[in-house]
């Protein structure tokens, strides 16, 4: 793996990416004990709007905290996938929610598509574990993290009540993702 | 997870509140305004369970207010704000300098003037925290790049408001202040806390601001036996109005040479890959880090950069600067404005190297990328 | 002779600012009375001010004072509180401090109902400054900036402490300055916010702009333009208007914000958890 590896999640307000992106900052700095810096860019609405959560995930201390060249994408909405893709790295990874995103563009060997919001409907009922299952199909996808340290960090930032589906969303996630890899 | 060391992954403004109370702090007032109000927030939750106060202010002039009545009251206390909100504290901030009055004000920089851009960083405002409040008088600011130096510095903060007398401001800017990143949260009894100084001798014989040797009076906290006055006038050691010229010009001197005088324990700066330096960055904030990268880039290109890193902004290191200006021969200033920390640069470096400013204002995080750009740019001219 | 006065003041403050024929000498006078029948201890009173001629009367009295910024010393003054809710806060302020600059304040510190006891010094008029003409200058009167007459509307500061939630509203006047003294009285030793207004003269500014030369002629006036509750309550509509009304408008017992706030700190302590 990379000594330094970028990852922007990108959607619309109030799809539970500034979440995302912290669970995935805190499996890594705290359970996998790398480096790492989540940040955000958001306009002032708290649903709707241009949403952007930013990792930054290295073994050393990590200087400059934001994305330079993104080598894991998620795109949750067309608007920030067309946005977001020209800064994707040439073997960058590119995840899309083929439920909303259906235009995209340089599709790759690295250019996986799901429909992400649907199944959270279907499966469980709200559109709420979106992020998370995102989450799992990354980690799946890509080993940026451990899949024990993002378990760990799901179970300590969601509420309590709320701890068995987001474990259950992720699990799907990974099982998503082991079918994305097999059809590769 | 680690067992002894407290490792938590905070968000920059909760580790203002973390260092905060390991500090002390005992009271907060605030007013909620973005990017800071997580630090009231945090407060609000975390303060009474220590016994200490908070309270949500019906403005940002109010809280400046309470803040500095609380800490008359003996009290460390805190408030947070950004841009408009610290326009607005900027007269009370005045009435803490010239009443000696130690409290800590943070200001997570955002895009301005005025309401300008609310969830943008921007450092447009270090030249305000010099000379906002109107007056001739000093400062002391610090300014963290990471969120642990968020949380050391704040503890910096209220030090050196407690041992100097004065207020200390915290300038953030938004990225730090939203930021979320791996802090190792110090044992209290692994820091060091200072308190105001007391006063030694009995009631009747204490005179609020007669100075010690060091130029900061001994401080007592009302409600412990000693009856004094306090006001925004210009005034003697008893601190009764004055209108003897002598008594003033000596007053404002010592306010300023309080802060002069311990120059060397405030100015607090990293020097990274200097030593051989043709070309330097002088960078504070979250601004820091892009240049720290791009000295890596650079290096990597064989070009000799490297970066003064400023944690304290106020009052300036125009000694170090100076010395700088003489080994290098271009000292390139990113900020996040279109030129205020350059001034103090070039004022520092009196024509001994060439000061070119780098200024980004499109609410962006100045990248490592445009910074070597600059650079390779300058070099060729 | 000793009167109880030279117990309270800091003698090498005097002579005061104020001019002769002021009514502020008239407040400070029964503010100390008060009290010194509440036989309170120096040590824990503690007098905020504002700016302005009557704000310097914390620099005269013997207690911990603080003359802060312009309009803002209940915001001073409710940091004090909540630090050590056990000093006695004073808060005085002149009419043109609290009511239009520190207006807002003064909403906010009735709606908390922190334990202060405001006393406002209405003279109508900024003195200090040089007569110009302040929230509380009655309509048609003139000012150094209202060298045509005011055209604004007062307000009536008991009123709208009143509304906002104080505890303790009463208003007196410089001329019957016994009843002011126990009115203050009253004010202090009630818990909550207390406001007391009492009106009062300012020949040099207010009095010369408006055909009142003397000290005595202003007295008399506020003698003229104030009556008592039961007398106003008799009053016709007609009768009633330019005159203001001096007594006791509102005492409640209501729990203070200090008080509420000890509910806060046993409640966040109950629910545990201080790391995080």
Known sequence: MKERLEIC??????????????????????YDGKEAVQSQSYGPEARGGASRSEVVISNNTIDYPKVMKTDILLALTQTACDKYVKNLNEDGILLADSTIVTEVPNISNKTYLFPITETAQKKFGTKLVTNIISLGIIVGLTKVVSQEAIQKAVCSRVPVKAKEVNEKALLLGFNIAKDLRTKK | MNNQKNIKLLQGNEACVEGALLSGVKFFAGYPITPSSEIAEGMAKKLPKIGGKFIQMEDEIASMAAVIGASMAGLKSLTATSGPGMCLKQENLGFAIINEIPCVVVNAQRGGPSTGLPTKPSQGDMMQARWGTHGDHPIIALAPSTVNEILTLTIKAFNFSEKYRTPVILLLDEVIAHMREKVEIPAPEDIEVINRKK??????EYLPFKPDEDGVPPMANFGEGYRYHITGLVHNYK????????????????????????????IIIERYLLDDAKIALIAYGSVARAAERTVKLAREEGLKVGLLKLL?????????????????????????NLGQMVLEVERASRGKCRVVPYGRVDGELINPIEILGKIREEIKK | MKTIIDNYIRKEMFPNIWC???????????????????????????????IGCSSRITGYVDFCTMNTTHGRALPFATGIKMAKPDLKVIVVMGDGDCSAIGGNHFIHAARRNIDLTAIIINNMIYGMTGGQYSPLTPTGKFGSTAPYGNIDQTFDLAELATAAGASYVARGTVYNARQSS??????????GFS??????????????????????????????????????????????EGKLVTGEFVNIDRMDYSEKYKGIIKKAQEMGGNKQ
């Not at chain 3, 002769?20 to 009173?45: Q, S, T």
């Open chain 3, 182 to 191: 126990s009115l203050i009285k009253k004010a202090l030793d009630k818990k």
């Open chain 2, 199 to 204: 006063p030694t001798v009995p009631p009747e």
């Open chain 3, 20 to 50: 002769p024929g002021c009514g502020n000498g008239i407040v400070l006078g029964a503010i100390i009375r008060a009290i010194d029948e509440l036989k309170w201890d120096k040590n824990e009173i503690v007098a905020v001010s504002g």
């Open chain 1, 9 to 30: 999640l990108s959607g619309s307000g109030g799809q539970g990416l500034i979440l995302a992106g912290i669970i995935l900052a805190e499996a890594a700095g705290i």
């Open chain 3, 195 to 240: 406001v007391v207004e009492i009106i009062s003269d300012c020949p040099i500014s207010y009095g010369k702009m408006n055909k009142m030369k003397s000290p005595v002629d202003m007295l008399k006036w506020i003698k003229d333009i104030t009556v008592s509750k039961k007398v106003w309550e008799a009053l016709s509509e007609e009768e009633k």
């Open chain 2, 312 to 336: 304290t902004i106020w009052p300036f290191c125009s000694e170090e600067v100076n010395k700088l200006a003489q080994q290098v021969d271009l000292i390139i200033v990113p900020e996040m």
């Open chain 2, 239 to 266: 601190g009764l109005p004055t209108s003897d010229s002598q008594e003033i010009d000596a007053f404002i001197r010592r306010l300023h040479n309080k802060i002069e005088k311990s120059i060397k324990d405030i």
